[in-house]
């Protein structure tokens, strides 16, 4: 550096700022610029970064050491690359400052190259410049790679997890760490995981695409919260990898935190270990609400359904995945019910506890199939007493109506869950019986697989295929309901 820098800026760098002789001499090109700085002068520029961008000492001692020739930008220059950059990118002031702290090269970046950067990660991943800005947020270094260096990266990232480009970049904007990660690396974390939780390589790919963070945690960290849940819920570990399939956000939650939701819900719910754990085994999503939400809905459905908190823990437990539903559509649902099937609340309320799924119907789907019953000239009273049948696939409920009518001529199959079976099901048994004369009732047309074929000996599977229902049955079926009932339609038949 010589005469051209002299002894004070050298002392001001080595005093004030932490640096060696080596450094010094290191650094001599880039300081060119700078050599008449004055004591006062470093100092002021290190109360403007402070004051507008929020660097601490240490933030600015790192800063002069990377990129010495910021110290020769004047704070206007500077001051208005930031406007550039938040207007571009649309990120805040704070978001800059995050930026600036990381990489304080994104300052001397000129405008031309900054625009050509933005526009090729636009084109190549179909973003906005918004979205790349989301992407800087975490990882700077995006705006230094070469063109060639991030096509390489993705490249790898594709084929090492099936991924497409636009699947790839929205990884790494979820977490652009990834784009440090070698294709061995990548192989690793992923085997891991399938051989961990027995995953296959589409079950992998679904939880990456929803939590990219996995790939950025430890093997240990990750067998101790796998363990954490088996113990603490009684899970298996296969019974674990299903939820982490489900909610990948799951291996991110606190024990701590996990285990105050477990006790605030068995108290409000008056439930012991092992039916909190049922519940959780079948919607682990009730973990990704705070308490507080978790109690506002508890007191929503008690005053709702005009229950105790036993009585709710007993229908959470049938339906837990009511705790996860919104309490204003809950709000709509029950008076739909109410409106469609001309009743009070009591009934609507005593209905849902029989059947609490059905609050997880759509608006839309209850409309749908209280008009289609009613067609069937099924009354509202039967609908209360046999709520699932809202349950039931539209698109066959009709024909399995007419198969119990027309076999047994009465309502005496009504007494029966007649509309849960598959129709198919349903048309072989009742062939079966007929072609061999056999004696029956409702109930054995509608009992488990396990009881018919001990009681006949014979496999459904096997009735099946030999008594396939196809169009021209279906067509029979219809033709010899009108004609049985002399009716084009449906009249009140229960």
Known sequence: MGNMTGAYLKDILIKYYGWTEDEVAAKQSSLTHVTRLSLDQMLSKEKFFSEQFKFSHHDFCKMIKSLPTLLSYSDSVLIEKEKYYCQKLQITHDDFCKIVKLKPAVFAFSYEYIEKRIAFYCKTFGITPKEFGKAIKVLPALLGFSESTINNKIENM?????????????????????????????????????????????????????LPALLGLHEENILNKANFYCKTFGMTRQEFGKLFKLLPALISYSQQNLIQKRDFMKSALLMNDAEFNSVVKRT???????????????????????????????????????????????????????????????????MVTKSPSLLGLKNTTVLDKTQQIHELGITNQWILKNPLILTAPADSLKLKFMMFRLAFQSEDFTKTNWYIQSEKKTWARLKYFEENGVGFKPSNVIATKKVFSKKYKIDDAILQKKYPLMQSDIDEIGERYKSNFNIDGFEKAI
Do not use: H, W
């Open 158 to 210: 594709m084929k090492s997890l099936d991924l497409t480009k636009a699947e790839a970049f929205r990884a790494i904007n979820l977490m652009p760490t990834l784009t440090g990660y070698s294709k061995q690396k990548l192989k690793e974390k992923t085997n891991f995981y399938k051989s961990t939780f027995d995953f296959t390589d589409q079950d992998f790919k679904k939880i990456f695409l929803k």
């Open 284 to 350: 682990p999503s009730v973990f990704s609400m705070n308490e507080k939400m978790i109690g506002k809905k508890i007191d929503f459905f008690k005053g709702a359904l005009n229950m105790s908190s036993a009585e709710l823990g007993r229908l959470v437990l049938k339906f837990p995945n009511i705790l996860v539903l919104n309490e204003e559509s809950i709000d709509n649902k029950l008076s739909l019910f109410a409106s469609e099937l001309e009743c009070d609340k009591s009934d609507i309320v005593k």
